[in-house]
């Protein structure tokens, strides 16, 4: 079993910076590969970005060049870094792991957060 809890979520004007962090519980973090998605009021949850655990990382198309995904295995962490956000970046941001493939359907994840709020201004 995996508990993820995410922070960092908030308000911030367009153009501005968030980092987005996830700390897994259990023993297991570091085989796992490790997502974000996001959820917009109205739309489905789509997927933003994902890091294996050898440290290989694939991104939405929308995102890439702006996001940056890491991971610390010694602190069972994920990190999303947001940088040049828009307005329709806009969403709830879950954290999410999975041992399946492929890696950008949400359906494929076992385990998710509860989930923090990103709310961009323009």
């Known amino acids: 079993q995996v508990q993820l809890v995410e922070s960092g979520g908030g308000l911030v004007q367009a153009g501005g910076s968030l980092r987005l962090s996830c700390v897994a519980s259990?023993?297991?973090?570091?085989?796992?590969?490790m997502g974000w998605f996001r959820q917009a009021p109205g739309k489905e949850r789509e997927f933003v970005a994902a890091i294996r655990w050898s440290g290989l990382s694939t991104y939405y198309a929308d995102v890439k060049g702006r996001f940056t995904i890491s991971r610390d295995n010694a602190k069972n962490t994920v990190y999303l870094q947001m940088n040049s956000l828009k307005s329709e970046d806009t969403a709830v941001y879950y954290c999410a792991a999975t041992s399946g493939m492929p890696i950008s359907r949400p359906g494929n994840y076992d385990y998710w957060g509860q989930g923090t709020q990103v709310t961009v201004s323009s």
């Open positions: 259990g023993r297991t973090f570091s085989s796992y590969t």
